[in-house]
Protein backbone atom coordinates (compact mmCIF):
# COMPACT_ATOMS: atom_id res chain seq x y z
CA UNK A 1 0.00 0.00 0.00
CA UNK A 2 1.58 3.72 -0.77
CA UNK A 3 1.72 6.27 1.36
CA UNK A 4 -0.97 9.42 0.27
CA UNK A 5 1.17 12.21 -0.02
CA UNK A 6 -0.49 15.93 -0.26
CA UNK A 7 0.85 16.99 -3.76
CA UNK A 8 -1.67 19.67 -4.93
CA UNK A 9 -3.22 18.87 -8.68
CA UNK A 10 -1.02 17.32 -10.61
CA UNK A 11 -1.93 17.92 -13.89
CA UNK A 12 -1.65 21.74 -13.05
CA UNK A 13 2.25 21.05 -12.38
CA UNK A 14 4.91 23.09 -13.82
CA UNK A 15 3.52 22.57 -17.47
CA UNK A 16 5.30 23.07 -20.41
CA UNK A 17 4.00 25.59 -23.52
CA UNK A 18 5.48 25.01 -26.61
CA UNK A 19 2.39 26.39 -28.04
CA UNK A 20 0.27 29.20 -27.02
CA UNK A 21 -2.48 27.91 -28.24
CA UNK A 22 -2.45 24.07 -27.26
CA UNK A 23 -0.05 21.42 -26.45
CA UNK A 24 0.31 18.44 -29.15
CA UNK A 25 -0.31 15.05 -27.29
CA UNK A 26 2.22 13.00 -29.36
CA UNK A 27 2.59 9.19 -30.30
CA UNK A 28 6.40 6.92 -28.92
CA UNK A 29 8.08 7.78 -31.84
CA UNK A 30 7.01 11.48 -32.50
CA UNK A 31 9.23 12.02 -28.99
CA UNK A 32 11.78 9.53 -29.95
CA UNK A 33 12.52 11.70 -33.29
CA UNK A 34 11.90 15.13 -31.28
CA UNK A 35 14.64 13.85 -28.90
CA UNK A 36 16.91 12.98 -32.32
CA UNK A 37 16.22 16.58 -33.29
CA UNK A 38 17.17 18.27 -30.04
CA UNK A 39 20.23 16.17 -29.78
CA UNK A 40 21.30 16.76 -33.21
CA UNK A 41 20.38 20.46 -33.71
CA UNK A 42 21.10 22.35 -30.24
CA UNK A 43 23.25 20.70 -30.88
CA UNK A 44 23.84 18.45 -26.93
CA UNK A 45 24.81 15.22 -26.12
CA UNK A 46 22.30 12.43 -25.32
CA UNK A 47 23.66 11.85 -22.38
CA UNK A 48 23.71 15.69 -21.09
CA UNK A 49 19.57 15.53 -22.47
CA UNK A 50 18.84 12.87 -20.03
CA UNK A 51 21.27 15.00 -17.26
CA UNK A 52 18.79 17.63 -18.00
CA UNK A 53 15.76 15.54 -18.17
CA UNK A 54 17.09 13.92 -14.69
CA UNK A 55 18.04 17.94 -13.21
CA UNK A 56 14.33 18.58 -13.71
CA UNK A 57 12.72 15.38 -11.88
CA UNK A 58 15.54 15.99 -9.04
CA UNK A 59 14.09 19.92 -8.54
CA UNK A 60 10.77 18.26 -8.28
CA UNK A 61 11.72 15.82 -5.92
CA UNK A 62 13.65 17.95 -3.60
CA UNK A 63 10.81 20.62 -3.93
CA UNK A 64 8.08 18.22 -2.34
CA UNK A 65 10.16 15.93 -0.33
CA UNK A 66 12.53 17.19 3.16
CA UNK A 67 16.12 15.82 2.63
CA UNK A 68 15.68 13.35 5.59
CA UNK A 69 13.31 10.91 3.15
CA UNK A 70 14.59 8.07 2.38
CA UNK A 71 14.80 7.01 -1.45
CA UNK A 72 14.88 3.99 -3.60
CA UNK A 73 15.58 4.24 -7.16
CA UNK A 74 14.76 1.63 -9.04
CA UNK A 75 16.30 1.40 -12.87
CA UNK A 76 15.25 -1.06 -15.85
CA UNK A 77 18.84 -0.57 -18.16
CA UNK A 78 17.36 0.99 -20.81
CA UNK A 79 17.50 4.99 -21.03
CA UNK A 80 14.49 5.50 -18.66
CA UNK A 81 17.02 3.81 -16.31
CA UNK A 82 19.48 5.76 -17.25
CA UNK A 83 17.36 9.07 -15.68
CA UNK A 84 16.44 7.01 -13.32
CA UNK A 85 20.75 6.63 -12.51
CA UNK A 86 20.87 10.39 -12.70
CA UNK A 87 18.39 11.11 -10.49
CA UNK A 88 19.63 9.06 -7.46
CA UNK A 89 23.39 10.51 -8.43
CA UNK A 90 21.97 13.70 -8.23
CA UNK A 91 19.77 13.44 -5.07
CA UNK A 92 22.52 12.23 -3.26
CA UNK A 93 24.59 15.47 -3.97
CA UNK A 94 21.92 17.14 -2.68
CA UNK A 95 22.45 15.31 0.67
CA UNK A 96 19.40 12.41 0.60
CA UNK A 97 20.13 9.34 1.49
CA UNK A 98 19.85 7.03 -1.85
CA UNK A 99 19.75 3.83 -2.44
CA UNK A 100 19.91 2.07 -6.45
CA UNK A 101 18.26 -1.24 -7.62
CA UNK A 102 19.18 -1.96 -11.21
CA UNK A 103 16.67 -5.00 -12.59
CA UNK A 104 18.76 -6.63 -14.53
CA UNK A 105 16.73 -8.64 -16.35
CA UNK A 106 17.42 -7.17 -19.56
CA UNK A 107 19.35 -8.29 -22.86
CA UNK A 108 21.49 -5.13 -23.42
CA UNK A 109 21.64 -1.90 -21.76
CA UNK A 110 21.88 1.77 -23.13
CA UNK A 111 24.90 3.74 -24.15
CA UNK A 112 23.57 6.06 -21.46
CA UNK A 113 22.53 3.93 -18.92
CA UNK A 114 26.16 2.58 -18.84
CA UNK A 115 27.86 5.80 -18.77
CA UNK A 116 25.54 7.04 -15.79
CA UNK A 117 26.13 3.96 -14.15
CA UNK A 118 30.12 4.44 -14.00
CA UNK A 119 29.32 8.00 -12.73
CA UNK A 120 27.62 6.51 -9.31
CA UNK A 121 30.61 6.19 -6.79
CA UNK A 122 29.68 6.48 -3.10
CA UNK A 123 25.72 4.93 -3.86
CA UNK A 124 24.75 1.61 -2.84
CA UNK A 125 24.14 -0.07 -5.75
CA UNK A 126 22.08 -3.66 -6.01
CA UNK A 127 21.61 -5.84 -9.32
CA UNK A 128 18.60 -7.58 -8.66
CA UNK A 129 16.83 -10.59 -10.79
CA UNK A 130 13.91 -11.89 -8.50
CA UNK A 131 11.63 -9.50 -6.67
CA UNK A 132 12.31 -11.01 -3.29
CA UNK A 133 15.76 -9.09 -3.95
CA UNK A 134 13.76 -5.93 -3.35
CA UNK A 135 13.77 -6.11 0.19
CA UNK A 136 12.80 -2.96 1.72
CA UNK A 137 11.74 -2.54 5.87
CA UNK A 138 8.29 -3.56 5.97
CA UNK A 139 7.42 -0.33 7.60
CA UNK A 140 9.49 1.77 5.16
CA UNK A 141 7.89 5.20 4.15
CA UNK A 142 10.07 6.12 1.74
CA UNK A 143 10.27 7.38 -1.80
CA UNK A 144 10.65 4.90 -4.23
CA UNK A 145 11.57 5.92 -7.80
CA UNK A 146 10.08 3.37 -10.81
CA UNK A 147 12.79 4.12 -13.89
CA UNK A 148 12.22 0.44 -14.68
CA UNK A 149 10.57 1.23 -18.48
CA UNK A 150 9.55 4.19 -20.16
CA UNK A 151 7.67 5.34 -23.53
CA UNK A 152 8.56 2.37 -25.51
CA UNK A 153 6.92 -0.14 -23.88
CA UNK A 154 4.28 -2.00 -26.43
CA UNK A 155 3.13 -5.34 -24.63
CA UNK A 156 2.12 -6.30 -21.30
CA UNK A 157 4.53 -7.37 -18.55
CA UNK A 158 5.01 -10.76 -18.12
CA UNK A 159 7.41 -13.47 -15.88
CA UNK A 160 9.76 -11.87 -13.39
CA UNK A 161 9.52 -8.50 -14.54
CA UNK A 162 6.17 -8.65 -13.71
CA UNK A 163 6.46 -10.25 -10.10
CA UNK A 164 8.94 -6.78 -9.52
CA UNK A 165 6.04 -4.27 -10.46
CA UNK A 166 3.50 -6.66 -8.12
CA UNK A 167 6.19 -6.20 -5.17
CA UNK A 168 6.68 -2.38 -6.03
CA UNK A 169 3.06 -2.20 -5.69
CA UNK A 170 3.00 -3.90 -2.18
CA UNK A 171 6.03 -1.35 -0.37
CA UNK A 172 4.82 1.31 1.56
CA UNK A 173 5.81 4.71 0.44
CA UNK A 174 5.15 7.23 -2.24
CA UNK A 175 6.32 5.70 -5.35
CA UNK A 176 7.18 8.46 -8.42
CA UNK A 177 7.60 7.03 -11.73
CA UNK A 178 9.72 9.18 -14.39
CA UNK A 179 8.12 9.75 -17.91
CA UNK A 180 5.91 6.60 -17.92
CA UNK A 181 4.47 4.06 -14.72
CA UNK A 182 6.79 0.73 -15.81
CA UNK A 183 3.98 -1.20 -17.42
CA UNK A 184 1.74 1.07 -18.87
CA UNK A 185 1.91 1.74 -22.46
CA UNK A 186 1.58 5.57 -24.12
CA UNK A 187 -1.67 4.82 -26.04
CA UNK A 188 -3.86 1.06 -25.74
CA UNK A 189 -3.66 -0.79 -22.57
CA UNK A 190 -6.53 -2.76 -23.51
CA UNK A 191 -6.16 -6.19 -21.99
CA UNK A 192 -3.28 -5.33 -19.80
CA UNK A 193 -3.08 -7.18 -16.61
CA UNK A 194 -3.30 -4.35 -13.94
CA UNK A 195 -0.96 -6.10 -10.92
CA UNK A 196 1.79 -5.75 -13.62
CA UNK A 197 1.54 -2.19 -14.06
CA UNK A 198 3.00 0.32 -11.37
CA UNK A 199 0.85 2.18 -8.77
CA UNK A 200 2.50 5.85 -9.14
CA UNK A 201 1.50 8.43 -6.53
CA UNK A 202 3.21 10.85 -8.92
CA UNK A 203 4.09 10.54 -12.61
CA UNK A 204 6.71 12.91 -13.66
CA UNK A 205 6.45 13.49 -17.38
CA UNK A 206 8.17 14.72 -20.24
CA UNK A 207 7.13 17.81 -22.15
CA UNK A 208 4.00 16.49 -23.22
CA UNK A 209 0.85 14.60 -21.38
CA UNK A 210 0.64 10.68 -22.55
CA UNK A 211 -2.56 9.61 -23.50
CA UNK A 212 -3.41 6.80 -21.30
CA UNK A 213 -2.63 9.33 -18.64
CA UNK A 214 -5.75 10.83 -19.49
CA UNK A 215 -8.31 7.47 -19.22
CA UNK A 216 -9.84 6.83 -15.97
CA UNK A 217 -9.08 3.04 -16.09
CA UNK A 218 -5.46 4.49 -15.92
CA UNK A 219 -5.84 6.80 -12.87
CA UNK A 220 -4.20 4.29 -10.49
CA UNK A 221 -1.30 3.58 -12.19
CA UNK A 222 -0.49 7.17 -13.42
CA UNK A 223 -1.70 9.24 -9.85
CA UNK A 224 -0.97 12.77 -10.35
CA UNK A 225 0.97 13.71 -13.13
CA UNK A 226 3.10 16.66 -13.81
CA UNK A 227 4.65 17.91 -16.94
CA UNK A 228 8.42 18.92 -17.00
CA UNK A 229 10.49 20.92 -19.58
CA UNK A 230 13.76 19.17 -20.72
CA UNK A 231 14.64 21.44 -23.44
CA UNK A 232 13.28 19.55 -26.18
CA UNK A 233 12.98 21.83 -29.04
CA UNK A 234 9.72 23.57 -29.04
CA UNK A 235 9.05 24.48 -32.65
CA UNK A 236 9.79 20.92 -33.86
CA UNK A 237 7.24 19.83 -31.25
CA UNK A 238 5.20 22.57 -32.13
CA UNK A 239 5.70 20.93 -36.09
CA UNK A 240 4.44 17.51 -34.99
CA UNK A 241 1.05 16.23 -36.78
CA UNK A 242 -1.58 15.45 -33.78
CA UNK A 243 -4.71 15.17 -34.20
CA UNK A 244 -4.89 15.04 -30.11
CA UNK A 245 -4.85 18.55 -28.01
CA UNK A 246 -4.11 19.54 -23.97
CA UNK A 247 -6.02 23.02 -23.79
CA UNK A 248 -3.27 25.43 -22.48
CA UNK A 249 -4.27 28.73 -20.92
CA UNK A 250 -3.63 30.64 -23.98
CA UNK A 251 -5.62 28.65 -26.05
CA UNK A 252 -8.74 29.72 -23.96
CA UNK A 253 -7.37 33.10 -23.61
CA UNK A 254 -6.80 33.70 -27.50
CA UNK A 255 -10.51 32.90 -28.46
CA UNK A 256 -12.40 35.71 -25.73
CA UNK A 257 -13.56 38.62 -27.96
CA UNK A 258 -13.42 42.10 -26.15
CA UNK A 259 -16.57 43.73 -25.60
CA UNK A 260 -17.37 46.89 -27.35
CA UNK A 261 -17.77 49.97 -25.74
CA UNK A 262 -20.39 51.49 -28.30
CA UNK A 263 -22.08 47.56 -28.01
CA UNK A 264 -25.70 46.65 -26.18
CA UNK A 265 -27.08 43.51 -25.27
CA UNK A 266 -28.14 42.72 -28.95
CA UNK A 267 -24.70 42.60 -29.68
CA UNK A 268 -24.40 39.72 -27.28
CA UNK A 269 -27.31 37.69 -28.40
CA UNK A 270 -30.54 35.86 -27.77
CA UNK A 271 -30.44 32.71 -26.28
CA UNK A 272 -33.20 30.20 -25.70
CA UNK A 273 -32.39 27.70 -22.79
CA UNK A 274 -35.35 24.93 -22.85
CA UNK A 275 -35.28 23.43 -19.51
CA UNK A 276 -36.60 22.23 -16.59
CA UNK A 277 -39.95 20.22 -15.14
CA UNK A 278 -41.62 19.55 -11.94
CA UNK A 279 -39.20 18.99 -9.11
CA UNK A 280 -36.41 19.61 -11.72
CA UNK A 281 -36.72 23.81 -12.03
CA UNK A 282 -33.47 23.91 -10.25
CA UNK A 283 -31.35 22.66 -13.48
CA UNK A 284 -32.72 25.09 -14.94
CA UNK A 285 -32.15 27.83 -12.75
CA UNK A 286 -28.43 26.93 -12.91
CA UNK A 287 -28.45 26.66 -16.34
CA UNK A 288 -30.15 30.54 -17.12
CA UNK A 289 -27.85 31.92 -14.57
CA UNK A 290 -24.78 30.16 -16.04
CA UNK A 291 -25.42 31.19 -19.43
CA UNK A 292 -26.16 34.99 -18.50
CA UNK A 293 -22.59 34.79 -16.10
CA UNK A 294 -20.82 33.54 -19.69
CA UNK A 295 -21.92 36.85 -21.45
CA UNK A 296 -25.16 35.92 -23.33
CA UNK A 297 -26.80 39.47 -24.21
CA UNK A 298 -30.43 38.26 -23.60
CA UNK A 299 -31.81 34.93 -21.99
CA UNK A 300 -35.48 33.01 -22.74
CA UNK A 301 -36.23 29.91 -20.96
CA UNK A 302 -38.37 28.10 -22.20
CA UNK A 303 -39.82 25.98 -19.10
CA UNK A 304 -43.39 24.27 -17.92
CA UNK A 305 -45.76 26.32 -16.41
CA UNK A 306 -45.05 25.14 -13.21
CA UNK A 307 -41.45 27.02 -12.94
CA UNK A 308 -42.94 30.14 -13.92
CA UNK A 309 -42.78 32.06 -10.60
CA UNK A 310 -39.63 30.04 -9.89
CA UNK A 311 -37.53 31.03 -12.78
CA UNK A 312 -38.87 34.41 -12.60
CA UNK A 313 -38.18 35.19 -8.58
CA UNK A 314 -34.72 32.99 -8.91
CA UNK A 315 -33.43 34.55 -11.94
CA UNK A 316 -34.70 37.94 -13.08
CA UNK A 317 -32.92 38.22 -15.40
CA UNK A 318 -34.01 36.07 -17.64
CA UNK A 319 -37.41 35.88 -20.02
CA UNK A 320 -39.79 33.12 -19.45
CA UNK A 321 -41.57 31.52 -22.45
CA UNK A 322 -44.05 29.21 -20.30
CA UNK A 323 -44.96 25.68 -22.41
CA UNK A 324 -48.59 24.76 -22.90
CA UNK A 325 -48.20 21.50 -20.62
CA UNK A 326 -47.88 22.59 -16.53
CA UNK A 327 -44.96 20.11 -15.94
CA UNK A 328 -43.17 18.92 -18.59
CA UNK A 329 -41.59 20.99 -21.94
CA UNK A 330 -43.82 19.71 -25.03
CA UNK A 331 -42.70 22.22 -27.32
CA UNK A 332 -42.48 25.70 -28.82
CA UNK A 333 -43.60 27.34 -31.50
CA UNK A 334 -41.30 29.79 -32.70
CA UNK A 335 -37.82 29.91 -32.41
CA UNK A 336 -36.83 32.35 -35.73
CA UNK A 337 -35.67 35.23 -32.69
CA UNK A 338 -32.99 33.31 -30.86
CA UNK A 339 -29.15 32.81 -32.20
CA UNK A 340 -28.14 29.44 -30.10
CA UNK A 341 -30.42 26.66 -28.36
CA UNK A 342 -29.61 24.70 -25.26
CA UNK A 343 -31.82 22.11 -24.27
CA UNK A 344 -32.12 19.11 -21.93
CA UNK A 345 -31.04 19.91 -18.28
CA UNK A 346 -34.40 18.45 -16.23
CA UNK A 347 -36.34 18.42 -18.95
CA UNK A 348 -37.45 14.33 -18.37
CA UNK A 349 -38.10 11.65 -20.90
CA UNK A 350 -41.76 12.03 -20.87
CA UNK A 351 -43.80 11.08 -23.89
CA UNK A 352 -44.92 14.48 -25.02
CA UNK A 353 -40.92 16.32 -23.96
CA UNK A 354 -39.56 13.82 -26.72
CA UNK A 355 -41.86 14.89 -29.48
CA UNK A 356 -41.34 18.51 -28.66
CA UNK A 357 -37.47 17.43 -28.90
CA UNK A 358 -38.13 16.38 -32.22
CA UNK A 359 -39.76 18.95 -33.56
CA UNK A 360 -37.22 21.58 -32.24
CA UNK A 361 -34.75 19.08 -34.28
CA UNK A 362 -36.64 19.74 -37.52
CA UNK A 363 -37.21 23.37 -36.88
CA UNK A 364 -33.52 24.61 -35.58
CA UNK A 365 -30.86 25.62 -37.95
CA UNK A 366 -28.76 27.30 -35.41
CA UNK A 367 -26.32 26.17 -32.85
CA UNK A 368 -27.82 23.99 -30.77
CA UNK A 369 -26.13 22.27 -27.29
CA UNK A 370 -28.09 19.44 -25.92
CA UNK A 371 -27.25 17.83 -22.33
CA UNK A 372 -28.74 15.19 -19.88
CA UNK A 373 -32.58 14.31 -20.71
CA UNK A 374 -31.80 15.88 -24.29
CA UNK A 375 -29.38 13.02 -24.87
CA UNK A 376 -31.42 10.49 -22.99
CA UNK A 377 -34.15 10.92 -25.65
CA UNK A 378 -31.67 10.38 -28.53
CA UNK A 379 -30.27 7.42 -27.32
CA UNK A 380 -33.72 6.12 -27.70
CA UNK A 381 -34.48 7.38 -30.82
CA UNK A 382 -31.06 7.18 -32.09
CA UNK A 383 -32.43 7.84 -35.91
CA UNK A 384 -32.52 11.00 -35.36
CA UNK A 385 -29.45 12.19 -34.65
CA UNK A 386 -28.71 11.74 -38.43
CA UNK A 387 -31.06 15.41 -38.34
CA UNK A 388 -29.20 16.78 -35.97
CA UNK A 389 -27.11 20.29 -37.78
CA UNK A 390 -23.85 19.96 -38.09
CA UNK A 391 -21.68 21.31 -35.50
CA UNK A 392 -24.33 20.43 -32.69
CA UNK A 393 -22.57 20.13 -29.01
CA UNK A 394 -23.63 16.74 -27.17
CA UNK A 395 -22.10 17.31 -23.63
CA UNK A 396 -23.04 13.65 -21.97
CA UNK A 397 -21.22 11.85 -19.00
CA UNK A 398 -19.83 8.68 -19.41
CA UNK A 399 -23.36 6.73 -18.85
CA UNK A 400 -25.13 9.13 -20.95
CA UNK A 401 -22.48 8.26 -24.01
CA UNK A 402 -22.96 4.17 -23.32
CA UNK A 403 -26.71 4.85 -23.85
CA UNK A 404 -25.90 7.01 -27.04
CA UNK A 405 -23.25 4.73 -28.60
CA UNK A 406 -22.65 1.54 -26.64
CA UNK A 407 -20.58 0.34 -24.02
CA UNK A 408 -16.75 0.35 -24.03
CA UNK A 409 -14.30 -2.11 -22.54
CA UNK A 410 -12.24 0.94 -21.13
CA UNK A 411 -10.87 4.62 -21.86
CA UNK A 412 -8.96 3.50 -25.01
CA UNK A 413 -12.21 2.05 -26.78
CA UNK A 414 -14.65 5.13 -25.10
CA UNK A 415 -11.80 7.63 -26.89
CA UNK A 416 -11.87 6.00 -30.47
CA UNK A 417 -16.22 5.55 -29.94
CA UNK A 418 -16.39 9.52 -29.25
CA UNK A 419 -13.93 10.42 -32.25
CA UNK A 420 -16.09 8.19 -35.01
CA UNK A 421 -19.80 9.24 -33.28
CA UNK A 422 -18.31 12.93 -33.95
CA UNK A 423 -17.18 12.22 -37.29
CA UNK A 424 -20.25 10.08 -38.35
CA UNK A 425 -22.80 12.70 -37.44
CA UNK A 426 -21.06 15.66 -37.92
CA UNK A 427 -21.09 16.94 -34.12
CA UNK A 428 -19.11 18.11 -31.39
CA UNK A 429 -19.04 15.58 -28.83
CA UNK A 430 -18.12 17.03 -24.91
CA UNK A 431 -17.47 13.23 -23.16
CA UNK A 432 -17.74 15.15 -19.46
CA UNK A 433 -14.76 13.28 -17.05
CA UNK A 434 -11.74 14.38 -15.26
CA UNK A 435 -9.96 15.65 -18.85
CA UNK A 436 -13.00 16.69 -20.66
CA UNK A 437 -12.20 14.87 -24.17
CA UNK A 438 -14.13 17.43 -27.08
CA UNK A 439 -14.33 15.32 -30.33
CA UNK A 440 -14.66 17.23 -33.19
CA UNK A 441 -16.44 16.44 -36.39
CA UNK A 442 -13.00 16.31 -38.46
CA UNK A 443 -11.37 14.15 -35.73
CA UNK A 444 -9.68 15.91 -33.26
CA UNK A 445 -9.78 15.93 -29.83
CA UNK A 446 -8.98 18.09 -27.34
CA UNK A 447 -8.34 17.29 -23.55
CA UNK A 448 -9.38 19.67 -21.15
CA UNK A 449 -6.76 20.49 -18.30
CA UNK A 450 -8.84 22.66 -15.52
CA UNK A 451 -11.52 21.25 -13.18
CA UNK A 452 -11.26 18.89 -10.12
CA UNK A 453 -13.28 16.08 -8.33
CA UNK A 454 -15.05 18.70 -6.23
CA UNK A 455 -17.39 19.37 -9.45
CA UNK A 456 -18.55 15.81 -9.51
CA UNK A 457 -21.61 16.99 -7.91
CA UNK A 458 -25.48 17.68 -8.94
CA UNK A 459 -26.21 20.32 -11.73
CA UNK A 460 -22.09 20.57 -12.72
CA UNK A 461 -23.37 19.34 -16.15
CA UNK A 462 -26.49 21.98 -16.52
CA UNK A 463 -23.63 24.76 -15.19
CA UNK A 464 -21.32 23.83 -18.14
CA UNK A 465 -24.82 23.33 -20.52
CA UNK A 466 -25.59 27.09 -20.00
CA UNK A 467 -21.90 28.66 -20.51
CA UNK A 468 -21.78 27.06 -23.71
CA UNK A 469 -25.02 28.18 -25.05
CA UNK A 470 -24.27 31.98 -23.45
CA UNK A 471 -21.09 31.74 -25.73
CA UNK A 472 -22.83 30.12 -28.79
CA UNK A 473 -25.52 33.12 -28.45
CA UNK A 474 -22.42 35.53 -28.91
CA UNK A 475 -21.85 34.11 -32.19
CA UNK A 476 -18.32 32.25 -31.04
CA UNK A 477 -18.22 28.67 -33.22
CA UNK A 478 -19.45 25.52 -31.71
CA UNK A 479 -15.62 24.61 -31.92
CA UNK A 480 -14.72 27.69 -29.76
CA UNK A 481 -17.50 27.71 -27.85
CA UNK A 482 -17.08 24.11 -26.72
CA UNK A 483 -13.14 24.43 -25.75
CA UNK A 484 -13.64 27.52 -24.10
CA UNK A 485 -17.00 26.28 -22.41
CA UNK A 486 -15.21 23.34 -20.37
CA UNK A 487 -12.16 25.12 -19.94
CA UNK A 488 -13.64 27.91 -18.48
CA UNK A 489 -15.89 25.45 -16.70
CA UNK A 490 -12.87 23.64 -14.94
CA UNK A 491 -11.26 26.83 -13.88
CA UNK A 492 -14.13 27.96 -12.24
CA UNK A 493 -14.77 24.89 -10.45
CA UNK A 494 -10.95 25.07 -9.75
CA UNK A 495 -11.08 28.34 -7.80
CA UNK A 496 -14.36 27.78 -5.97
CA UNK A 497 -12.58 24.80 -4.60
CA UNK A 498 -9.87 26.99 -3.51
CA UNK A 499 -12.56 29.11 -1.76
CA UNK A 500 -14.68 26.24 -0.15
CA UNK A 501 -12.75 22.82 -0.57
CA UNK A 502 -13.54 20.16 -3.11
CA UNK A 503 -16.07 18.33 -0.30
CA UNK A 504 -18.14 21.35 0.00
CA UNK A 505 -18.32 22.78 -3.46
CA UNK A 506 -21.59 22.64 -5.55
CA UNK A 507 -22.76 23.63 -8.69
CA UNK A 508 -24.21 27.04 -7.37
CA UNK A 509 -20.22 27.52 -6.83
CA UNK A 510 -18.87 26.78 -10.32
CA UNK A 511 -21.32 29.92 -11.31
CA UNK A 512 -21.10 32.10 -8.90
CA UNK A 513 -16.84 31.99 -9.72
CA UNK A 514 -17.58 32.55 -13.40
CA UNK A 515 -16.69 35.98 -13.12
CA UNK A 516 -12.96 35.74 -12.24
CA UNK A 517 -12.56 32.76 -14.11
CA UNK A 518 -12.83 35.26 -17.32
CA UNK A 519 -11.21 37.73 -15.79
CA UNK A 520 -8.34 34.91 -15.16
CA UNK A 521 -7.68 33.67 -18.87
CA UNK A 522 -8.30 37.90 -19.70
CA UNK A 523 -5.22 38.91 -18.24
Known amino acids: MHQQVNLGSGSGGREVNYNKQVMKILTAGQIREADKYTIEHEPIASIDLMERAAGACTSWVTEHFPKETGVAVICGMGNNGGDGLAIARQLYDKGYSVEVFIVSLFSRASEDFLANKKRLESIQVKEIAKADALNFPADSRMVIIDAILGSGLSKPMDGELAEVIQKINSLHGSVISIDMPSGLAMEDNTGFDRKNIIKASVTLTFETPKLSFLFADNAENVGEFYVLDIGI ?83 PEAMVSADVEEQVFSGIRDISKFNAIGIGPGIGISEKTAKGLKLLIQQASIHMVFDADALNILSENKTWLSFLSRGSILTPHPGEFARLAGKSSGGWEAYNMQREFAIKYGVIVVLKGAYTSIAMPGGEVYFNSTGNPGMATAGSGDTLTGIILGLLAQGYSPQQAAILGVYIHGLAGDIAAGEWGENALIAEDITNCLGRAFQQITL
Do not use: E
Open 233 to 315: DKKFLAGQKSSVNWVMPDMASSFLRPRARFSHKGTYGHALLVAGSYGKMGAAILGAKSCLRSGAGVLTTHIPKCGYQIMQTSV
